[in-house]
C-alpha cells in the first residue's frame, strides 16, 4: 500500500469536526452507490417484465439485491479511496476524503472493505448465486485490473474501468434470471460500457490539470484535448448505434435511447468551437448524467408499469 507524500494532518483540515456518518459515507462513495443500484435496478426491471414475474413474487430477491449491491459497491469505493490516497491528496476534488486526512486509517479502512464485500456478496449469493459472480467480478475489475494496474499506466484506464461500470445491471438481470444472453441485458450492459468513456473523458478534461500534477495518464493529458474531442465522437456515435439492441426488448426504448444519443452527439459538435474546452467539457458531462438518468428511469418505468396493461 502506497504511503501519502504528505502529512494530511498539516494541510488545513479539520479533522475533528467530521461526523462518523460523513466520513463513512465519504469512504464507501454514497453518491456512487446511489446511481449504480439505479443502473442494477433497470436490469433486474427488465428481466422482471421479459421473463413476466410480479414484482411482489421476487420481492425478497429484489431487497437482497439492492442490499448485496450497496455494500459491494461501497467496499470497492473503500478500496479505491485506501490506494489512491497518495495521489487524492494532489487533487482538489478528492483532497479531503478521509483516507487522506486521517479521519479513517488504513486498517480501518480495509476492515471495513472486506467486512462489506464479504457480506454483499453473502447476500448477493442468496438474491442469485449468478448475481455474486457478477458481484465479485465487478468489485475484482475496479480494484484489481483498473485501480492498482491501469489507473496509473495507460491512457486505456477508462475503458477498463468501464467494465465494472457496466456491471450493476447484470447482477440486477441475474438476481431475476439466469439467462444473461437475452438482447434486452445485452443492450443495457453495450450501453452502460459506452456511455462511462464521454463521461469520463469530460470529467477528464474539467480535471486535466490536476490529474497532469498527480501523474495519471487520462487520455487529453497524455494524447491532447483534439484526440480527446474526437475519441469523444467516435464513442457518442457507438452509443447512437447500440440503441438498435434495445428493438426486440422495446421500440419504444430503443427510440428514446438513439434520440438522447442523437442529441448527445449534436450538442458535442454544436458546442466545441464555441466553447472553451473546459466549458464544452461541463456542458458535456451534464448532459451525460441528465442521459444516462433518463434512459435509465424510463427503462424501470416501462419494465414496471407495461405488465399493468397486459
Do not use: C
Not at 500500500?1 to 502529512?7: A, G, K
Amino acid at each position: 500500500m502506497r504511503t501519502i507524500r504528505e502529512n494530511p494532518l498539516d494541510a488545513g483540515y479539520d479533522i475533528s469536526a467530521a461526523s462518523f456518518s460523513k466520513v463513512l459515507f465519504d469512504t464507501i462513495k454514497t453518491g456512487i452507490i446511489k446511481s449504480n443500484l439505479i443502473a442494477m435496478f433497470a436490469g433486474l426491471s427488465m428481466a422482471l417484465l421479459v421473463h413476466q414475474i410480479p414484482f411482489f413474487d421476487k420481492i425478497g430477491s429484489i431487497v437482497l439485491a439492492l442490499i448485496g449491491s450497496a455494500l459491494v459497491i461501497g467496499s470497492a469505493g473503500a478500496f479505491n479511496n485506501l490506494y489512491d490516497r497518495d495521489i487524492d491528496i494532489i487533487m482538489e476534488r478528492t483532497k479531503k476524503r478521509p483516507t487522506v486526512t486521517g479521519q479513517i486509517t488504513t486498517k480501518a479502512g480495509l476492515a471495513l472493505g472486506f467486512v462489506m464485500a464479504a457480506v454483499g456478496l453473502v447476500t448477493l449469493y442468496y438474491a442469485s448465486p449468478l448475481a455474486a459472480v457478477f458481484g465479485f467480478l465487478g468489485l475484482f475489475l475496479y480494484v484489481v485490473p483498473y485501480t492498482m494496474w491501469t489507473k496509473r499506466s495507460t491512457i486505456y484506464n477508462t475503458e477498463v474501468g468501464s467494465l465494472s461500470g457496466a456491471t450493476p445491471p447484470l447482477i440486477g438481470w441475474a438476481a431475476i434470471s439466469p439467462d444473461m444472453m437475452h438482447t434486452g441485458i445485452l443492450a443495457l450492459f453495450v450501453m452502460m460500457l459506452i456511455w462511462q468513456m464521454p463521461h469520463f473523458y469530460a470529467i477528464a478534461i474539467r480535471r486535466m490539470e490536476e490529474y497532469r500534477a498527480a501523474k495519471v495518464p487520462m487520455l487529453p493529458v497524455v494524447k491532447g484535448l483534439r484526440r480527446t474531442y474526437l475519441q469523444t465522437n467516435v464513442y457518442l456515435v457507438l452509443l447512437l448505434l447500440s440503441s438498435v439492441l434495445f428493438w426486440d426488448f422495446s421500440p419504444f426504448v430503443a427510440v428514446t435511447a438513439g434520440l438522447l444519443s442523437l442529441a448527445w452527439f449534436v450538442l458535442s459538435l454544436a458546442t466545441y468551437r464555441r466553447k472553451q474546452a473546459e466549458s464544452w467539457a461541463k456542458t458535456m458531462f451534464i448532459f451525460s448524467l441528465n442521459h444516462i438518468t433518463v434512459l435509465l428511469f424510463i427503462i424501470i418505468g416501462y419494465s414496471l408499469i407495461m405488465p399493468l396493461f397486459n
